[in-house]
T-cell receptor, first 115, second 113 residues
Framework: AQSVSQHNHHVILSEAASLELGCNYSYGGTVNLFWYVQYPGQHLQLLLKYFSGDPLVKGIKGFEAEFIKSKFSFNLRKPSVQWSDTAEYFCAVNAYAGNNRKLIWGLGTSLAVNP | DAEITQSPRHKITETGRQVTLACHQTWNHNNMFWYRQDLGHGLRLIHYSYGVQDTNKGEVSDGYSVSRSNTEDLPLTLESAASSQTSVYFC????????????FGQGTRLTVV
């Protein structure tokens, strides 16, 4: 079955530390990949997405992610986090299942950045 | 600007009552989804629709129903609310093509007492 795995459930960092959140998926076909962010008390917002082309994608607020097809991974990175990055981060894969497209979600990673 | 709105934002209801949560989008998207978000479970798909008159069950559909009579709306009905359905509910939409993302509503916090 198709699935998305986020390795870190809770991450605590100090400001200016570097961030890498892991995301692996299981699906052998064509995929679109997403990272969404949910700030406390808010809805999910798109952080960045990969559809095709350059596997290193840049998103908002200094985030980037690298698609490594051979590893079925789409890890999220930020060189220097800020307190305002405290949020829940979700990885998602849009995969074809027959004629349908389904968004498959990871369980999320809670990031707390200490000032 | 196009948007997706949910109402109400907060609701408290009693066990056994029927509850309907509204979701309205002005993106003209074909696809609409309902999720619930619970601590430790992430986002779980309840029901989804790929177009008018189309509805499909997600992974946690028991006790919920949806109907899609037009493009803009996908109301979610809890037939007989249970305490286990206390959760935050999110509606989302996408235009159905492969290379597009989903847009989320602000969420509805439902408490069943």
């Amino acid at each position: 079955a198709q699935s998305v795995s986020q390795h870190n459930h809770h991450v605590i960092l100090s400001e200016a530390a570097s961030l890498e959140l892991g995301c692996n998926y299981s699906y052998g076909g064509t995929v679109n990949l997403f990272w969404y962010v949910q700030y406390p008390g808010q809805h999910l917002q798109l952080l960045l997405k990969y559809f095709s082309g350059d596997p290193l994608v840049k998103g908002i607020k200094g985030f980037e992610a690298e698609f490594i097809k051979s590893k079925f991974s789409f890890n999220l990175r930020k060189p220097s986090v800020q307190w305002s990055d405290t949020a829940e981060y979700f990885c998602a894969v849009n995969a074809y299942a027959g004629n349908n497209r389904k968004l498959i979600w990871g369980l999320g990673t809670s990031l707390a950045v200490n000032p | 600007d196009a948007e997706i709105t949910q109402s109400p934002r907060h609701k408290i209801t009693e066990t056994g009552r029927q509850v309907t949560l509204a979701c309205h989008q002005t993106w003209n998207h074909n696809n609409m989804f309902w999720y619930r978000q619970d601590l430790g479970h992430g986002l779980r798909l309840i029901h989804y629709s790929y177009g008018v008159q189309d509805t499909n069950k997600g992974e946690v559909s028991d006790g919920y129903s949806v109907s899609r009579s037009n493009t803009e709306d996908l109301p979610l009905t809890l037939e007989s609310a249970a305490s286990s359905q206390t959760s935050v509910y999110f509606c989302a939409s996408s235009d159905g093509r492969m290379n597009t993302e989903a847009f989320f509503g602000q969420g509805t916090r439902l408490t069943v007492v």
